[in-house]
């Protein structure tokens, strides 16, 4: 079987049953959290970074998988699921809700675009096309659970019977016909060596002007499963990659998907390429947005939901994360049988240590200082009395220098002949040290003498910019280690520094391999960041605690990205791939500041901290020098 | 064995750190899955990680991380479906061959071909005065024909190079029949014309063709047939040796060899095809590793050649000297280097036969040709 640690790709799965244990109810959970009806009675865009679920959600909603997952109720791993989606109101009384049905915005509806007519005429093809699959494929999803053609009644908006009678509503064998015959005529102009010309396509008018969509309302499935009572589904057509499409059929497929007259539940899902930049930074201020394009009501047409999340609240994603790691090493046999169940477990949180050199050298430096700030000796023990507990030497004269220089800072130059003053003899004497500064003194350590940094379940979920496929990506490479060490049978458990090495070298490598639009210009982005962070990182006075891992400029230097197109490309597909995450209206220094800060991927390849605030200031011309490096 | 058990001692014995165990686990399990388990040489309960075991722990400690190089850095392992892919590629080159020669016949580029209908009537009558030959059970002649279906006759495939006067008779009258189906072919003589003798590989050309100086004639599979058959031919006939794969030192030596033939039966014309030639730069002396090399020379049996004489008398590097780190689904050829495919003779129990060193195979390979004792 695929590990699914090497490959996350769930529409490689066709069984129902066998993706199901691999789905977490958490994401589902927070997808669908409020108002979970809106999702289904208007058009719905789902913007998300690769690996960030779309695909996962969409194969979810599934007629097929719901059925799958309601037959497998009883079973332990499903059972979250089940009641994820009977909040969302997927499912009710253990029966589905809706009938779903995905589908992948593949070649061949772009080459729609491709092909010799009208523009407009090309899109009535694309919307033909994509009805007539959508109605094959909901009459499969139901064929698939055993339901029979004549206990299928369609019902429909009741605007009046034309509509009805166009798409044969009342004959479920000319319905389905109907969408077959309309499905073939179309492939035939697409594999056609040289298609008909448009004065031609008089042939294909039933075809270019097929609309079920606008007709049906609702499906009746009567005596469902033999129970002898009938349910309604409400009909869902999923649009799945449709950044695949030319950028006018994507606009086309938004204009008419908008239409309030449509009852079925329609989705699109995308990555953020397909979106303009400045819709997509909106996105990231609001939740729900809409823009009115000419000829649709200014209401509430359209629903933007993104999966790229960046809660602040970063436990959330910790959850899904251990509950993903569960699922997927459940999938391997050989933790299975070793009883390994948990990645967190397996991840050692027990604190590196220098080498005793490096702890001396470390040692010698604190006391110069002290002699040099002439900090007293109580001073200093009431500091190591406030630092955590369990903290190594190391990390505790890490802390101590950081104090130290702080001190330093704080006193004020004297004369080469007169002893301190008395009011210089005050010291400041901290009442607690926080996880900031722990962090950051472990950081200044990681740059100084390669202490490891980056271990630990908790820093694992936290570099994955809550997105699943980055933290399986990251994970990946540690579960494999891990497998060796049970196949050499050793204990299965990492330390700090094998966990540090993996994480950044694999951080290294996926940054390395990054090709999507605007790659090496992002590349000189993310440096120039990161450069900046890791210089304020490594100040002996951890002026931000635990250092930086954004660029602030003045929320006002936005107007710049309306300006210059070529930079807001560059930002937006940095965005799209999650190299940097943008943090607009960010109040500090009574000032409104837009961050970029920079992604869990690039931080670790730096060398730098996931905790969330810590920017260097700088201006946006600044950013766009760099990019046009 | 388990795979884990096995992966476990594989570790162990080549002493690898967990990082460099991750990586080769990986590597190994990939490679297992697609390609060495699928070995024909391996018999039932004893596939590639046992065998792999055994082979490592042939070798001195010290040896064995450099003899694991062989493996991980140097074989070619050509599996059922490289090779079926080689064999689908095959028609079409064929196919190409026939165009040139169409066209040096009517004095055209051949380019036009395709364009001029003379040419095109003539490439079809080429086409069906061809016969395919196998000249060994490694020409998957089976599946070349499933892959040309539509363009070859199955009247037109022969899967031994040993045709009977009967078959020749056969084959004749169906091609004669063929012709007077044809309006535009009915006067044609009903005789083949363009011959090609398919084989699966050739490591050093040995088998395929070569002069016999004491009994002075051709030898070898084409040779045998060209000696046997050549009258059988129309006027000019073309002889086609195609190979699916091949080392490079074969190519050069088919290539003279059929041109010194040539010589010899100035009434056929000769030429030889590719599918793929395999590197000169793959050959195990050309390898910047000269530990490896060394232990090639070093770890080899002497009894081996004494029982396989028709080898020669060192095929530590292989036969000819080939020195291929090749191995085919099938078998391995005995051009690869001897520690891949070559055994110890079994000795009797006299103590003066005491062997210095006795090898074992990574992948056996299961002789053609055995040397009667």
């Known amino acids: ?81 089940i009641d994820a989606l009977n909040s969302a109101g997927v499912i009710s009384d253990l029966k589905p809700r809706v009938l779903g049905v995905r589908l992948p915005a593949n070649a061949q509806y772009r080459a729609i675009w491709e092909l010799p007519y009208s523009e407009d005429i090309r899109h009535k093809l694309l919307r033909s096309l994509l009805q007539a699959r959508a109605v094959l ?164 047409d359209r629903l933007i939901r993104t999966l790229l999340g960046r809660d602040q609240n970063r436990q959330a994603f910790r959850l899904v994360a251990a509950d993903i790691g569960k699922r997927y090493l459940a999938q391997l046999t050989v933790f299975a049988n070793k009883g390994v169940a948990s990645l967190a477990d397996a991840l050692s949180e027990a604190q590196p240590s220098l080498t005793s050199t490096d702890i001396k050298n470390l040692r010698d430096q604190v006391g110069a200082l002290s002699t040099e700030t002439a900090v007293s000796q109580s001073s200093l023990e009431a500091l190591d009395q406030v630092l955590p ?49 722990v962090n950051g ?11 490891p940094f980056y271990f630990g379940f908790t820093r694992l979920a936290d570099a994955s910019n809550q997105n699943i496929e980055q933290f399986i990506s990251l994970a990946g490479v540690l579960v494999d280690e891990l497998e060796t060490l049970i196949v050499r049978s050793k204990p299965p458990r990492l330390d700090a520094r094998r966990q540090h090495k993996l994480l950044t070298a694999r951080a290294t490598k996926i940054m390395d391999e990054w090709d999507f639009p605007y790659a090496p210009r992002v ?80 931080s670790i390849a730096a060398g730098l901290t996931f905790s969330r605030g810590g920017f260097v200031e700088g201006r946006m011309s600044q950013l766009k020098q760099q990019i046009d490096r | 064995m388990k795979p884990a058990q096995a992966r476990k001692l594989i570790g162990d014995l080549l002493q690898w750190s967990d990082e460099a165990a991750t990586q080769e686990f990986h590597w190994l399990d990939l490679m297992v899955r697609y390609k060495f388990d699928h070995y024909q040489g391996y018999g039932p309960g004893r596939r590639f990680y046992v065998t792999l075991l055994r082979w490592l722990t042939q070798f001195d ?49 051949a380019y036009m071909v395709d364009e001029d209908p003379a040419a095109q009537c003539r490439l079809a009558l080429l086409q069906e005065r061809t016969l395919y030959v196998g000249v060994s059970d490694g020409a998957r002649i089976d599946v070349f024909r499933r892959y040309n279906e539509g363009s070859i006759n199955n009247e037109q495939v022969v899967p031994m190079a040993e045709i009977s006067e009967a078959k020749w008779d056969s084959l004749h009258k169906k091609l004669a029949g063929r012709l007077k189906a044809k309006q535009e072919h009915a006067d044609a003589e009903p005789k ?90 793959i050959r195990m002396q050309n390898a910047a590793d000269p530990e490896l090399l060394d232990l090639l020379k070093r770890h080899y049996d002497p009894e081996i050649a004494k029982a396989n004489s028709h080898l020669g ?10 020195g291929l780190p090749l191995v085919l689904e099938h078998n391995t050829p005995n051009n690869s280097v001897a520690v891949l495919w070559a055994r110890s003779p079994e000795r009797s129990g006299d103590c003066s036969e005491k062997a210095t060193i006795e090898v074992s195979p990574l992948f056996p390979r299961r002789q053609r040709h055995m040397d009667v004792r």
Request: hydrophobic letters at 40%; aromatic letters at 8%.
């Open chain 1, 441 to 451: 003194a472990a950081l200044q350590l990681l740059h100084e003498f390669d202490r």
């Open chain 2, 313 to 322: 008398e060192d095929v530590a590097m292989g036969y000819n000297q080939s």
């Open chain 1, 137 to 300: 494929g909901w009459l499969r999803q139901l064929e698939g659970e055993r339901v029979a053609l004549n206990q299928i009644e369609l019902i429909t908006t009741g605007t009046g019977d034309a509509e009805r009678t166009a798409i044969h509503a009342d004959s479920l064998d000319q319905f389905r016909m109907l969408a077959r015959e309309t499905e073939l005529r179309i492939f035939k102009l697409l594999s056609a060596l040289v298609p008909p010309g448009e004065a031609e396509l008089a042939g294909y008018t039933s075809s270019v002007t097929y609309d079920p969509l606008s007709a049906l309302s609702a499906i009746v499935i009567k005596d469902f499963q033999g129970t002898g009572e009938s349910i309604e589904l409400r009909p869902m057509l999923m649009i799945d990659d449709a950044h695949e499409l030319h950028a006018s059929q994507f606009q086309d497929l938004d204009l008419w998907l908008r239409n309030r007259e449509v009852q079925i539940a329609r989705w699109v899902l995308t990555r953020v390429d397909s979106i303009s930049p400045s819709e997509f930074r909106r996105t990231q201020l609001v939740d729900d947005i809409e823009t009115p394009l000419p000829g649709t009501s200014h209401g509430r």
């Open chain 1, 523 to 602: 590349r000189r982005l993310v440096d120039f960041i990161s450069e900046q962070c890791v210089e304020i990182t490594r100040r002996p006075n951890a002026p931000l605690g635990d250092g930086a891992n954004a660029f602030g400029v003045p929320q006002d230097d936005l107007k710049l990205l309306d300006q210059d197109t070529d930079l807001a490309q560059v930002i937006h597909y940095a965005l799209a791939y999650q190299a940097i995450v943008m943090v607009e209206e960010y109040s500090c220094k009574k000032r409104q500041w837009c961050l970029f800060e920079l992604g869990g991927i690039p």
């Open chain 1, 1 to 81: 079987m695929i590990n699914p640690w090497h490959k996350r790709a769930n529409e490689l799965i066709r069984d129902p049953l066998a993706l199901l244990p691999l789905i977490s109810p958490q994401p589902v959970r927070q997808f669908f959290s409020g108002d979970s009806s809106s999702l289904f009675d208007r058009f719905v865009v789902i913007v998300g970074s690769p690996g960030s679920g779309k695909t996962t959600l969409a194969r979810l909603l599934e007629f097929s998988t719901l059925s799958s997952a309601l037959d497998a109720h009883t079973r332990s791993e499903v059972r979250p699921l």
């Open chain 2, 192 to 281: 083949f014309e363009w011959v090609c003798l398919i084989d699966d590989f050739t490591g050093s050309a040995r088998s395929s063709i070569w002069f016999d100086k004491d009994e002075a004639k051709w030898d070898g599979k084409v040779g045998k047939f060209v000696v046997a058959n050549h009258e059988r031919l129309a006027s000019k006939a073309c002889i086609q040796v195609h190979h699916y794969l091949a080392s490079s030192i074969a190519k050069t030596t088919i290539e003279g060899r059929i041109a010194d033939i040539a010589k010899q039966y100035p009434a056929l014309e000769f030429c030889a095809s590719f599918a793929y030639v395999l590197p000169e730069a």
């Open chain 2, 61 to 109: 400690p010290a040896d064995r991380a450099t003899a694991y190089r062989l493996l991980r850095d140097h074989l070619i392992f050509v599996g059922q479906s490289e090779m079926h892919h080689l064999v689908g590629l095959s028609g079409p080159l064929i196919q190409r061959d026939m165009r040139r020669h169409v066209a040096r016949l009517l004095k055209l580029p």
């Open chain 1, 389 to 437: 507990e369990n903290a190594p030497e190391d990390l505790r004269l890490a802390v101590t220098r950081i104090f130290l220089n702080r001190e330093a800072l704080r006193t004020p130059q004297r004369s080469l002949f007169s002893g301190p003053s008395a009011d210089e003899q005050e010291e400041s004497s901290p009442k607690k040290v926080g996880a900031t500064l």
